[in-house]
């Protein structure tokens, strides 16, 4: 994904990240567990997920 998002022009970027973002939010939702420690690193994954997903969609240049 490193390597797309710096040859890919930014609509399709912006396109590929939030795909990425959402079929791995659905991988680890749909496999979830009752264990608290699934519990917890689920809910970490999801939000930092939300957290690149706000960030592409802002616009935020990269530091490259």
């Given at each position: 994904?490193?390597?797309?998002?710096?040859?890919?022009?930014?609509?399709?970027?912006?396109?590929?990240?939030?795909?990425?973002?959402?079929?791995?939010?659905?991988?680890?939702?749909?496999?979830?567990?009752?264990?608290?420690?699934?519990l917890f690193f689920?809910?970490?994954?999801?939000?930092?997920m939300a957290v690149?997903?706000?960030?592409?969609?802002?616009?935020?240049?990269?530091?490259?």
């Amino acid at each position: 994904m490193i390597f797309l998002s710096l040859v890919l022009p930014h609509q399709a970027n912006l396109w590929a990240n939030t795909l990425a973002a959402v079929l791995t939010q659905l991988y680890v939702v749909g496999g979830c567990s009752a264990s608290p420690s699934y519990l917890f690193f689920a809910l970490a994954e999801v939000l930092c997920m939300a957290v690149i997903v706000g960030y592409v969609w802002r616009g935020r240049q990269s530091m490259v």
